[in-house]
């Protein structure tokens, strides 16, 4: 089976569900708190484990009570945790408001993630032993590039999901296979606020977009052919947190196994409709069987 690498980020997920997110100055009551574990590498490594991929995550958690829980997440899911080292020092966390929609904004405080600022022999050689690299930007960018340069360096193929946007160097996009933002981020990153616009200038550094867009589904564009509105399933979203992750992690497993685009879309929209019918990140993820029944 073609391995999976995950070089990101471990988060404990500290997540108020209100009715409406509080404004700034404003203070709201809310009715739910919960904590989920999350953080977008790792929940992007769940999702591929229980997707029925073999999963390695590297990155960092720290030495305090949340360290451990967000270890076994992992390792519960079926994900390779030999190269999840732990810091000393807080895990990293995100604190999260939930609104009644199921929409979600969040505060990431990075703690342990932010040690992971290079990569040692044992982690270059399990990115240039697998077959796909997954990517986020949680971790400092230092490791992000180096890990996207030896997955280039080794015909690995790389996907990155640019969460949290920020503006991204050309020694990463020249060494990024398929990237994968949502349309918010693919706004920040091109200039345009539509879609397909959207699209059609980030193909000119990347070979592969897939924009997600939520309840619309996801635009696919590759180079040479025409873009593509792949359909979401109708659902209702009590929480959309890890929702994205869900679908590139799902997305990975699909190409892994040479299923044809179409299909890894559809596979990858139906676990994400199944992850935002239920609460939490990591916690609301679909196992293979659920998704092939979706
Ligand atoms: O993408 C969702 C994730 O973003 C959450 O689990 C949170 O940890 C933040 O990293």
């Known amino acids: 089976m073609t391995r999976i690498a995950v070089l990101g980020s471990t988060n404990m997920d500290l997540v108020a569900y209100t009715e409406r997110a509080p404004r700034l100055g404003e203070t709201v009551t809310g009715r739910e708190f919960r904590t989920v574990p999350g953080g ?39 994900v390779d945790t030999d190269l999840l080292h732990t810091a000393e020092g807080p895990s990293g966390t995100a604190h999260i408001v939930v609104d009644s929609a199921g929409a979600n904004a969040i505060v990431v405080i990075p703690g342990a993630n932010a040690t992971v600022t290079a990569l040692g022999p044992g982690e270059i050689a399990a990115i240039a032993g697998a077959g796909l690299l997954l990517l986020q930007l949680e971790l400092p960018l230092s490791a992000v590039v180096e890990g996207a340069r030896t ?16 503006p991204l160097p050309a020694e990463l996009l020249d060494c990024v ?27 000119g550094r990347v070979p592969v977009v897939v924009i997600t867009l939520g309840a619309k589904g996801c635009l696919y564009a590759a180079r040479g052919t025409e873009p593509v509105l792949f359909p979401a399933p109708e659902v209702t979203a009590v929480d959309t947190t890890g929702a994205g992750d869900t679908f590139v992690g799902t997305l990975a497993v699909a190409l892994a196994e040479h299923r044809p685009v179409p299909e890894a879309l559809a596979w990858a929209a139906a676990a994400a409709a199944l992850c935002v019918q239920r609460p939490g990140a990591s916690a609301s993820m679909p196992y293979r069987t659920e998704i092939e029944a979706a």
């Open 177 to 203: 296979d398929l990237l994968v933002p949502n349309e918010h981020e693919a706004a920040e990153l091109s200039g345009f606020a539509d879609p397909w616009a959207a699209a059609d200038h980030l193909l």
């Open 151 to 166: 997955a280039r360096a080794q015909g690995v193929r790389t996907i990155l999901t640019p969460s949290p946007v920020q």
């Open 40 to 78: 977008k590498g790792a929940n992007q490594a769940v999702a591929a484990a229980r997707a029925g991929g073999d999963v390695l995550m590297i990155g960092a958690v720290g030495d305090d009570a949340y360290g451990g829980l967000l270890r076994d997440n992992l390792e519960h899911s079926g």
